[in-house]
Structure formats: C-alpha cells, structure tokens
C-alpha cells in the first residue's frame, strides 16, 4: 500500500492531471507468490501469530440459550482460512501484491484466535435487526479485554440451534455479522450434495458480508466480461449465489478499497492513523456525452487529504448489485476525472443512472459525489438536463399542489390544476375558466441543447395528461417555435417525447390539452428535459 502522499514539489503537476478510466482492466488469474509478502510489524498474542500488525477480530457470540456448537473451533477457522486465500488471490490478480486481510492463529494448530462472547439474551431477542445490540455487547467485552481487540474491523459469528435461526446477517460499519452452526461445514464445500450445496451458499455469503465488514460496496463487473475466463460474477454483487459453481472475483474496484484497509496494512502506522484524516472532498460533473454505444463522464475534484485512487459506479435506481465499478489510480488532491461505460456493459436497461465518484483516501477513510447521469428508454441512454437551476410557472395550480412540485425530485408529490371552486387561469390568459388547455412555462436558466422532454404520470393512475403540445425559445424577446403535439402515456413509469431534431433553448412551453380520466384537471409528478 502507498502510504506516502508525493508532497508539495509535484502538486502543481498533478493540479492539471487527467485521470482516465476504462472497462478493461488486467485481471491476473495467478495463485500468488508467497516471497512476494513484505511486511513489518510482527504480531504475537499469546500463542497466537500474525506477520501483519493489524487483524481481523473474530468473535463467537453465544447467545444465552444456546450452546457453542460442535467443533466450532476447527470450522470457524477453516472458513476464515479459506476466505484469507480467497482474498489474498484477488488482490494479488490486480496487481495489488501477495496481501490479505490480518488473522491471529495458533502455527501449531493453524487454529484461529476466537474471542468468545456470551450473549445477555436468549437466541430469540437477537433477530435479524439486532446487529446493534449484539455489537454493543461485543464492544463491552473488548472494553473489558482491551489487549483482545486488534483492528477496527470485527468478524461476529453468532452461535446458531439451526441454519434457519433468524440472526443479523449483514455488514454494520466496519463489523459484520454470520452465523455458525455445524451443518455449515467446510469440508463438505466440494461435495455434491444438498449439504454440499448448503456449504457453498453459506461460503459465497459469509464471503460477501465479510466484504461489507472490510469496506466493500455492492458492485458488479461490466456485462461483457461475466464469461470471459478468469472474470465471471462480483463478490460484491449476487456473487454470494455463484460462488463455488462458477467464477466468482471481486472487482478492481474492491481490491483498490481493501488496498488501503488497516488489516491488510503491511506497515505498522501511529495510533489513530485509520479512519481518522481529513475525507472532505468537493466534486463536480461538467461534461456527459453519449456516443457510438458509450456514456463519457467528466468533471473536476479536490479533496482534503491524500488519497491513491478513485472507485466509480455506474449505479442503477434502485438496483446497487448491479452498479458497475471502475478505478483510477491517482495521488493527485485535486484535478479532473474522466470515465466511461459501454452501455452493453450495464445488466438493467429500463431504469435511470447515476455516477458515483469516490475518492479512496489513504488511511481506508472514503468520500463520494453522485451525480445523476443518463436515462436508459428502449435502449436509449438519455442524458437528463440537471434541474436544480430551474424556475417554473403555470396557469393554473391549487395552492397545496404548486407547480414546483413537478421539478421537485419526488415522484409523489405532484403539479395540480386548480379544482378550487369559482377559481379561474392566470397568465398568459387570465381569467379562462379552469379547464383546458393549461399552460406549464420552463426557464432553465441558461441555453441547453434539448433534444426532447421527460414525464412521470401521478403514481396512482389518476388525473393523468394525454395530450400536449410544445413550444421553445431562447430568449424572451424570440418568438415561440412549435416543437409539435404528442401523446403521453397512461403509465406510472418514466417515459419521454423526442423533438423533431435537437434544439437549443432556454424556455420550454407547454400546453396541456387533455387527460385520460376526461376530467378537466391534470396532476403531474414530475417533468424534466433531456439533451
């Protein structure tokens, strides 16, 4: 890991320094070769060894009805075993050295250092979401055994009557949380057999939540790269399913976040080195293009502290296991970046997308900007016009439901004409009777290439637009340009019109001229702009 930040001869260099990033990144495929560990700092704790200075805590938490399930020992130990390898083979693939994650063990017994706790509560008062609890009790007795805990970083296996016994499962902070039972074990991972079967999912998954415990996001490798030999699923995506059947790898990406953990740390560092340096970081997105089936984003960073890389995410709405990673290696605290992703390469093509830039800082500490990117429509990526510098005006809205609410973010907040009795329109003709058309005025702020307009109907199906119609200018003293009448959709999904040819404009003006209920209101959740 570099830990040395190049100092203030080279920063005026890398202020102007462009940081590329590309979906194709080297991918070893080797087993690693054990000479090429260095390491300092030489860990001994009771018979227990470790060559690196800071280690995985490992806790067996028993709840109080509950016993220490048979030979715990050996099997939590050969799971950690083998999730070390796991590791150290990936970071080695990605060029990142022959390193893993620090583990305390016995050399005679290669048996794993295992702090057992005992629970205050039976099984039953430790549910899935009580992963809080549990860690408070588990920091109580480190409180207590202070020369036990040698990280930042806690593995807690909780101590299980059955494999359906309900427990936290997941990564909290920088702790996770599996569970342990005898049926989970090891030595049946190669068999084919339903408890063959079982083994390997219990491996993928304490694999992945492990993940989460070392800093790990969700991510997913490009699309185009799932049967490529020596690629295939993420970890950190439904790799948690694939793992044992298929080839299963962490990201370049993740490798470059554990490249700066504290237990993969082979150099001791002063106390409160981790986690600890200033991770503020300012970040802007000026320019998106889309072109020959690639979506190019750029912009401009700074950050507080030194950092060696920045992770970015293709990320889906809603959808993080599919957020396609890619990495850029730099030391450079401010200057611009640059990335892309081929759309073949995203798994979900009906949704919008995000980019999340994240600095990785030195120290394991991270810090990040979302940006909203594109719009995937029938295979089309649209690039969305940001809205924050929007103003909205229109001829007719109740007071609880103003026109702002159409430009808001929020698809259930909602635009709605006037139903007030007796009410009438305003501008541009006041005093019309509330019924249609209804004008709706957009000034962008500034002149914007647009190439057509977005909608999302109400959520409930209700007061929904049919038929509009489209002006555009640039400045207030042009005259207006027909842009022509389009039909929307009576659907609660995103959905766009297209102009005849991509303009340039700053003021968008709409008539709304009927709805699908025959009703004379419309309701609008959102309408938005795309280039």
Not at 58 to 78: G, N
Not at 87 to 105: E, I, S
Not at 201 to 215: K, R, T
Request: glycine residues 8%; charged residues 15%; neutral net charge.
């Amino acid at each position: 890991m570099n830990t040395h930040f190049i100092r203030n001869l080279l920063i005026g260099f890398f202020l102007s320094l462009i940081i590329t990033s590309c979906r194709h990144e080297a991918f070893e495929n080797e087993v690693p070769k054990t000479e090429d560990k260095k390491v300092s700092g030489k860990v001994t704790l009771g018979a227990y060894q470790s060559d690196l200075p800071y280690n995985l805590n490992v806790v067996y938490f028993i709840p109080s009805d509950v016993s220490a399930r048979p030979e715990y020992e050996r099997r939590v130990s050969e799971f950690l075993l083998a999730a070390q390898e796991y590791y150290r083979t990936n970071m080695y693939n990605w060029g990142y050295g022959n390193r893993t994650f620090g583990l305390l063990k016995d050399p005679q017994t290669n048996r794993v250092k295992i702090n057992v706790v005992y629970g205050s509560k039976p099984v039953a008062s430790y549910p899935y979401s009580s992963g809080e609890q549990i860690l408070s009790e588990v920091n109580a007795w480190f409180a207590a055994h202070p020369s036990d805990k040698t990280s930042d970083h806690t593995l807690i296996f909780t101590a299980t009557p059955s494999i359906n016994t309900e427990i936290p499962y997941y990564g909290l902070g920088r702790n996770c949380f599996v569970g342990d039972n005898e049926y989970n074990d090891y030595q049946y991972f190669n068999q084919n057999s339903p408890q063959g079967n079982q083994v390997k999912a219990y491996m993928g998954g304490f694999l992945h939540e492990l993940g989460h415990g070392l800093g790990l996001p969700h991510d997913a490798l490009p699309k185009s790269l799932q049967n490529v030999p020596g690629y295939g699923t993420s970890l950190m995506s439904w790799g948690n399913q694939t793992y044992g059947y298929s080839s299963t790898i962490l990201t370049k990406a993740a490798a470059s976040i554990l490249n700066n953990s504290q237990v993969f740390s082979t150099v001791s560092q002063p106390a409160g080195y981790f986690y600890n340096q200033n991770h503020s970081m300012q970040a802007s997105l000026t320019q998106r293009s889309v072109a020959n089936g690639r979506v190019y984003a750029s912009g401009n960073y700074s950050v507080g502290s030194p950092i060696n890389s920045l992770t970015y995410y293709f990320m889906p709405k809603d959808a993080p296991y599919h957020a396609v990673s890619t990495v850029a290696t730099t030391t450079a605290t401010s200057g611009n970046f640059s990335t892309y992703i081929d759309l073949n390469d995203l798994y979900l093509t009906d949704r919008e997308y995000s980019l999340v830039v994240q600095a990785q800082f030195v120290d394991g500490g991270s810090s990040w900007y979302t940006f909203p990117l594109f719009t995937f429509d029938n295979g089309i990526a649209r690039l969305d016009i940001n809205r924050s510098s929007w103003t909205v005006s229109t001829s007719s809205q109740y007071s609880a439901y103003p026109a702002s609410l159409a430009i808001d973010g929020n698809v259930n907040t909602y635009w709605h004409s006037n139903y007030a009795s007796g009410s009438v329109q305003t501008d541009p003709i006041p005093g019309q009777p509330q019924n249609f058309p209804y004008y709706f005025d957009i000034n962008m702020g500034s002149i914007i290439g647009t190439s057509g307009l977005s909608f999302i109907q109400h959520q409930g199906l209700v007061r929904t637009a049919k038929n509009i119609s489209v002006w555009t200018r640039q400045t207030t003293s042009d005259g207006w340009q027909y842009q022509g009448n389009y039909d929307l959709t009576n659907t609660t999904n995103k959905q766009y019109i297209a102009f005849p040819q991509k303009i340039n404009a700053r003021y968008i003006r709409m008539t709304f001229n009927s709805s699908y209920d025959g009703l004379p209101y419309v309701a609008m959740p959102e309408i938005g702009a795309y280039e």
